[in-house]
């Protein structure tokens, strides 16, 4: 398996210097953006974001350009935009930016663009109007295609490495022969508003309009919205729990996912769950061990991609943008250094159905248990 190649080679520069992560500035704060450049997560405290930026402060480290984080205290677009229109007036070199909403941002994204600052959006995409181009993940298809195999998978008691690669396959195959009652999901997403989770979300949407699924699982998703904060996730969870209308909670954020691992945890009842997660923070609700038995779990197997390299990849294409010309346009190419133990790579800018580009700069990898010990020290 390719990924499992790529993916093990993850570790040096971001992994391991997580715990010394720089700490994020609060909103306000003025210091270290002038001639720098600006990274904003959805909200400080995300590991994801934390492991983010120290990828992306790792590869502009080694490039020899300053940069700072600057993600709000509230994942909103109103907390980002306020702090955006700082960074903008404290002279920020360039914005890397995951949003927490579509809409809203055209005034101070202007504002950048006035100023000839760069905004590259990653994870959470910002308008094709305003951004140079968006760095992906993952195939948002492949992401929302695999969740829902993965929680249907888990419900009809199939263990991942049974599917030996080929999850689309083994699904059909195990729901030939199901004839139960028909299979609810729930989602435990971010924000109503979030584009990545809305983007995933629609092509969770169209897996299950797909024939195999018809009568067997339910096409329509039971759609929560914790707004990727613990508080408003383990409530929302919680609610799951006590409607009790799902069999499988699909949680498309770290948040979520980790919140609802607690809650159904300790609810202990039958309701699974599956998603994108750190291992560091599933940990306790998965299985650690080959010899253990996935489903007595409540989180059988769950999905993440290499978060370090997603946030270096970002640093890579502002410099590109920086010293390289790169301007985003389809067929445009970004070449990213040799960082940590990865070799040099090349990236190319494809059209995106919003009439702007995105440069696919990562792969969805299924972490079970026959992996989980090794990356719930790592990631
Ligand atoms: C969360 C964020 C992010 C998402 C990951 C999987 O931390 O919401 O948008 O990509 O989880």
């Not at 950048?112 to 760095?135: G, L, M, W, Y």
Request: aromatic share 8%.
């Amino acid at each position: 398996m390719k990924n499992v190649k790529k993916f093990a080679a993850l570790g040096l520069a971001g992994i391991m210097t997580l715990a010394m992560a720089a700490p994020a500035l609060a909103a306000g704060d003025t210091s270290e953006v002038s001639g720098s450049h600006v990274f904003m997560f959805k909200s400080v405290g995300n590991a994801f974001g934390v492991i983010m930026y120290d990828g992306f402060s790792s590869y502009m480290e080694q490039v020899g350009e300053n940069c700072t984080e600057k993600s709000p205290a509230e994942t909103t677009v109103a907390a980002q935009v306020q702090l955006l229109d700082e960074a903008i007036t404290q002279g920020a070199k360039s914005i890397s930016i995951s949003t927490n909403g579509d809409t809203g941002f055209d005034e101070v994204f202007s504002k950048a663009k006035e100023a000839n600052i760069p905004i590259v959006s990653v994870d959470s995409k910002a308008s094709a109007d305003f951004r140079i181009t968006h760095n992906n993940q993952a195939s948002t298809a492949d992401i929302g295609a695999m969740q829902v195999r993965a929680a249907v998978l888990i419900e009809l008691g199939v263990p991942f490495d049974s599917a030996d690669g080929d999850m689309a396959a083994t699904v059909e195959a195990a729901l030939a022969d199901y004839d139960g009652e028909e299979i609810k999901i729930g989602v435990l997403s971010a924000g109503i508003d979030t584009p990545v989770q809305n983007g995933w979300i629609a092509e969770m949407e169209k897996e299950l309009s797909k024939d195999i699924y018809a009568g067997k699982v339910s096409p329509e998703l039971d759609k929560k919205y914790g707004n990727d904060e613990a508080v408003k996730s383990t409530q929302e969870a919680t609610a799951f729990v006590a409607e009790n209308k799902v069999d499988v909670i699909i949680s498309p954020t770290t948040v979520g996912i980790a919140a609802a691992g607690e809650v159904l945890k300790q609810a202990g009842v039958d309701i699974k769950l599956t998603g994108l997660g750190l291992p560091s923070e599933m940990a306790p609700y998965m299985p650690t061990s080959p010899e253990d038995d996935e489903f007595s779990f409540v989180c059988p197997y769950m999905m993440l991609w290499d978060v370090s390299h997603l946030g270096a990849s970002t640093a890579a294409i502002q410099m590109a943008v920086q010293n390289d010309g790169f301007d985003g346009t389809e067929g445009s190419t970004v070449t990213m250094q040799a960082w940590g133990e990865y070799a040099e790579e090349t990236f190319t800018a494809e059209a995106d159905a919003d009439g702007g580009t995105g440069v696919l700069t990562g792969i969805p990898y299924v972490f079970d248990k026959n992996n989980m010990a090794e990356w719930a020290d790592k990631l």
